[in-house]
């Protein structure tokens, strides 16, 4: 099987069919008056945002799915099904983040306002999709309870408790993703280096050849999120929403998992995890403080805009940073 050649066809369709259903989807989002609301307390200059269309991240989701099920189909004919199950069980678990953060965006415009779903019911739904997730993984499968400890090169066995820190590395991840979704293009350049990240490890983790359905899954969030960023690099004429980015989290960390590293998540996704942290310090440190703030806004690519940091010169650092997480991760993360 010429692996190279499936990856070029899923990444180009992934790429054109996200640009041309982008293309479609922005009026129509437009025509029902699906724009952003933004926030009072954001930064001032973002209220020249508000209107811009979101839940644009359906373009590329149905672009992903698809061409990643096709890829899948494939590899299933050429390698036998269960080589394929664990990006089924991926997309499906992308799809599950996508539904939740559709139904939030919904009720936002319903509400008229830049809040859905409450936290308490997000966080349950999230909870129901990753153990699902878990329970297909471990079913059909056979992940074992296993850690691999990146860079250090040993095993731990977690026994039960593996499934609870792999529900909290879920949610946490995908509620990562969400959260660094707050300026143009950011989320969409930083995730568009995770797919090559992917790729590059399905090469190299392949040994003689590689890994065919992390091939897949790279090729598909590279030529989604460079199809997306055709419209959401700055100034964004789209938004991916709620249900764009809950749907790549589902993704990076499915992707982690299915590596059979999920712990390494927390490196090639340093910028999700420094986003949360910044958020969780910043609510924290204004709680003990009684008022009191550690950064001038969370999450903290907004602290740097209110430092002067243009919306490109954080895009620009923030996807750098990625790029070394990466490469340090290939480097010395791999299970091989």
Request: hydrophobic letters at 55%; proline letters at 3%; charged letters at 10%.
């Given at each position: 099987?010429?692996?190279?050649?499936?990856f070029?066809?899923?990444?180009?369709?992934?790429?054109?069919?996200?640009?041309?259903?982008?293309?479609?989807?922005?009026?129509?989002?437009?025509?029902?008056?699906m724009?952003?609301?933004?926030?009072?307390?954001?930064?001032?200059?973002?209220?020249?945002k508000?209107?811009?269309?979101?839940?644009g991240?359906?373009?590329?989701?149905?672009?992903?799915?698809?061409?990643?099920?096709?890829?899948?189909?494939?590899?299933?004919?050429?390698?036998?099904?269960?080589?394929?199950?664990?990006?089924?069980?991926?997309?499906?678990?992308?799809?599950?983040?996508?539904?939740?953060?559709?139904?939030?965006?919904?009720?936002?415009?319903r509400?008229?306002?830049?809040?859905?779903?409450?936290?308490?019911?997000?966080?349950?739904?999230?909870?129901?999709?990753?153990a699902?997730?878990?329970?297909?993984?471990?079913?059909?499968?056979?992940?074992?309870?296993?850690?691999?400890?990146p860079?250090?090169?040993?095993e731990?066995?977690?026994?039960?408790f593996?499934?609870?820190?792999?529900?909290?590395?879920?949610?946490?991840?995908?509620?990562?993703?969400?959260?660094?979704?707050?300026?143009d293009?950011?989320?969409?350049?930083?995730?568009?280096v995770?797919?090559?990240?992917?790729?590059?490890?399905?090469?190299?983790?392949?040994?003689?050849?590689?890994?065919?359905s992390?091939?897949?899954?790279?090729?598909?969030?590279?030529?989604?999120?460079?199809?997306?960023?055709?419209?959401?690099f700055?100034?964004?004429?789209?938004?991916?929403g709620?249900?764009?980015?809950?749907?790549?989290?589902g993704?990076?960390?499915?992707?982690?998992?299915?590596?059979?590293?999920?712990?390494?998540?927390?490196?090639?996704?340093?910028?999700?995890?420094?986003?949360?942290?910044?958020?969780?310090?910043?609510?924290?440190?204004?709680?003990?403080?009684?008022?009191?703030?550690?950064?001038?806004?969370?999450?903290?690519?907004?602290?740097?805009?209110k430092?002067?940091?243009?919306e490109?010169?954080?895009?620009?650092?923030?996807?750098?940073?990625?790029?070394?997480a990466a490469?340090?991760?290939?480097?010395?993360?791999?299970?091989?």
């Open positions: 099987m010429n692996y190279n050649i499936l070029a066809a899923v990444l180009v369709l992934t790429f054109l069919t996200t640009v041309l259903i982008s293309r479609k989807l922005i009026p129509m989002l437009k025509s029902r008056k724009g952003q609301t933004i926030l009072e307390i954001g930064p001032r200059w973002h209220k020249s508000e209107g811009t269309p979101t839940m991240g359906i373009a590329f989701i149905i672009a992903m799915v698809v061409f990643g099920l096709a890829g899948c189909i494939y590899l299933a004919v050429t390698d036998g099904i269960r080589s394929t199950l664990p990006l089924v069980f991926t997309l499906a678990l992308g799809l599950s983040g996508g539904l939740i953060g559709c139904v939030d965006d919904l009720a936002k415009f509400k008229k306002q830049n809040e859905g779903l409450t936290a308490p019911q997000k966080f349950m739904l999230q909870v129901v999709a990753a699902l997730y878990l329970l297909g993984m471990a079913l059909v499968c056979g992940i074992d309870t296993t850690f691999y400890i860079f250090v090169g040993a731990l066995d977690f026994g039960i593996y499934y609870a820190v792999s529900l909290f590395l879920i949610v946490g991840v995908m509620n990562a993703v969400n959260l660094t979704d707050g300026l293009g950011l989320c969409s350049s930083i995730t568009l995770v797919g090559v990240f992917f790729t590059a490890a399905a090469y190299l983790t392949g040994l003689a050849e590689p890994d065919g992390l091939l897949v899954l790279g090729a598909a969030v590279i030529g989604g999120c460079a199809g997306f960023l055709v419209y959401n700055y100034p964004a004429r789209v938004f991916m709620d249900t764009g980015s809950l749907f790549l989290g993704m990076v960390v499915g992707g982690a998992f299915m590596m059979d590293n999920p712990l390494l998540v927390i490196v090639f996704g340093i910028i999700y995890i420094v986003e949360t942290a910044s958020v969780i310090l910043q609510v924290g440190y204004f709680k003990l403080t009684h008022g009191k703030r550690l950064f001038k806004m969370a999450p903290i690519h907004h602290h740097f805009e430092c002067g940091w243009s490109i010169r954080i895009g620009v650092v923030f996807t750098a940073v990625t790029a070394i490469v340090l991760s290939i480097l010395f993360g791999l299970n091989v």
